[in-house]
C-alpha cells in the first residue's frame, strides 16, 4: 500500500469532503431546512450548510456549549455561517428548544457513542422523529465498526 502524508490543512480538506459527499448521500439537498442533533464543533453541521447552500437553513443542536466556539469558528471558516444557528438543547427533548422548526431532515453524526445514558436512544430518536416535518427523514451517521457501548450495542441490534 502506498501512503502519502498530507498537511493538516489537507487532512481537514479531505474530512470536510467526506462529510460534505456523506450528506449529499442521505439525500440532503439545496434549499433544505435541517436539524444536526449533537452536533458538537460543527464539523458536520458547516458540510450540510454547504449542501443546503443560502436558500437553506441548518440548525445545530447540543447539550454542552463545551464547542460552541469552535463551532463557531468552523462554520465560519467554510463560509456558512449565514445559514447556520446554533441552540443549545438535549437530544431528548428535541421540541422544548425546537418547537416550530419542521425540518426537512433530522441527522445526527457520531451522536450514539456520546450517549450518556444507552437507554436514551429510543427517546432520542423519538424526539427527532417528532420535529421532523410529516414525511421528513431521519439519518443516523455513525462511523464506528465495533460497538463501544449500550447505545451502539441497541442501535446495531
Given at each position: ?32 431546512r435541517?436539524?444536526?442533533?449533537g ?9 450540510l ?9 441548518v ?99
Amino acid at each position: 500500500m502506498n501512503w502519502k502524508i498530507i498537511s493538516p490543512p489537507e487532512l481537514e480538506g479531505a474530512i470536510f469532503k467526506l462529510k460534505y459527499d456523506l450528506s449529499r448521500q442521505i439525500g440532503v439537498r439545496s434549499g433544505m431546512r435541517i436539524v444536526d442533533v449533537g452536533c458538537g464543533q460543527g464539523g458536520f453541521t458547516a458540510a450540510l450548510s454547504k449542501v443546503v447552500g443560502e436558500c437553506g437553513n441548518v440548525i445545530g443542536v447540543d447539550v454542552s456549549d463545551e464547542y460552541v466556539s469552535e463551532f463557531w469558528r468552523n462554520v465560519e471558516k467554510w463560509g456558512v455561517k449565514s445559514v447556520v444557528t446554533w441552540v443549545q438543547g438535549d437530544a431528548v427533548a428535541l421540541r422544548s428548544v425546537l418547537p416550530d422548526c419542521d425540518p426537512d431532515v433530522v441527522a445526527s453524526y457520531r451522536l450514539l457513542e456520546e450517549l450518556k445514558n444507552c437507554t436514551d436512544m429510543p427517546r432520542v430518536i423519538g424526539e427527532m422523529a417528532k420535529v421532523a416535518k410529516r414525511k421528513g427523514a431521519i439519518r443516523l451517521m455513525e462511523m464506528s465498526t465495533q460497538v463501544r457501548n449500550g447505545a451502539e450495542s441497541n442501535y446495531v441490534r
